[in-house]
């Protein structure tokens, strides 16, 4: 899975290079975060970054990483393509203000 992250991991040794930080990365399987439990998969970061991904594999575990990091303050983000539509972070959002998540909100298949 690395290699399809390359120039992600490049983008974010650079920006550590250019703030005089050491970047480490863990790797984190989104569909593995749907039941994990989240204090133990995120010991120990700094920072959620969601890469890109189409479709609905592993939305669950994107929406917990994104409210576990609006909950403790962790810095997140997530790239536009983190999942079709919408981000990771929206449904999150929406889920900690209004409760269960609109169809609008709900990640869809994508189509051809």
Known sequence: MPDAY????EALKH???KNRARVEVKWVDAEA???ADLDEAFRDVSGILV???FGVRGIEGKVRAAQYAR???IPYLASASACRSPSSSSP???RASKGPTPRSLTPTPPTR
């Open 15 to 17: 920006a550590g290079i």
């Open 71 to 73: 909950e403790r303050k």
């Open 51 to 53: 890469p890109g991904g």
């Open 92 to 94: 999150a959002t929406w």
């Open 33 to 35: 975060l749907e039941e």
């Open 6 to 9: 390359l120039s992600l991991l």
